[in-house]
């Protein structure tokens, strides 16, 4: 996949550029580079992109601004945001604009690697849902699939029968793919539990969720990973 995904990286200081380029295309992505927001942009409408990342703090134009007038355009390319401000506002006001991930500086390389294959994942698994699904609200995967409009779950073609609850959380974690979730947030998400609730309820739910996928597919139940010390989410093996 890497050798045909081109990425465009867009930072004012041109050693962080570098940086990225080298672990980037040691992956073998294709990148191009510019140095500021308006440089961006028209590099955006003149070539197709498979993922951007895009600096906050740049002259003239930055990259809330730049974030903004591609979103504007009903484009959803998925954009990474990378910034010295780590403040909640910020995070928010880039989430909020329409970025898909947000990285603070100082940033490990190997990690922004790791979170451009994570974006691009979701972002394949949500072009081939929408391109399948037609009029059917459906999360499909090999082993897997969820049919919204009939609250039905299949794996390997045999029927899961689940609780309301154990539905609502698989269908939580399967909208978005390898993105992990603490349990304060599954809480808040799937019970609704925004300054209460007793977190081992999450943990309750995921434990039947996999009994009762493994039943049919051993396979299927490997798609909800624990991620130790933080939550869960949910995977899609590459075979």
Known sequence: ????????????????????????????????????????LEKFEENQYDCLLLDVMMPEKDGFEVLQEIREKKDQTPI?????KGEESDRVTGFETGADDYIVKPFSPRE?????????????????????SASKDLVV??????????????????EVNLT?????????LAKAPDKVFDREQLLKEVWHYEFFGDLRTVDTH????????????ERAAKMIVT?????????VPND
Do not use: C
């Open 1 to 40: 996949m890497e050798e045909n995904v081109r990425l465009l990286v867009v930072d004012d200081e041109e050693r962080i550029r570098r940086l990225l380029n080298m672990y980037l295309s040691r992956e073998g992505f294709q990148i191009d580079e510019a140095m500021d927001g308006a440089e961006a």
């Open 80 to 84: 990474i945001l990378l910034t010295a």
């Open 112 to 132: 922004v690697v790791l979170r451009v294959k994570a974006i691009l994942r979701r972002s394949n698994f949500q072009n081939a849902t929408s391109s399948s």
């Open 141 to 158: 995967f090999p082993q897997l699939t969820i049919d919204h409009d009939a609250h039905r779950v299949t794996a390997e073609g045999n």
């Open 164 to 172: 309301p609850k154990e539905y609502e959380l698989l269908y939580f």
């Open 206 to 217: 995921v434990k039947r969720l996999r009994e009762k996928l493994s039943r049919v597919s």
């Open 227 to 235: 991620v130790w010390g933080v939550g869960y989410k949910f995977e």
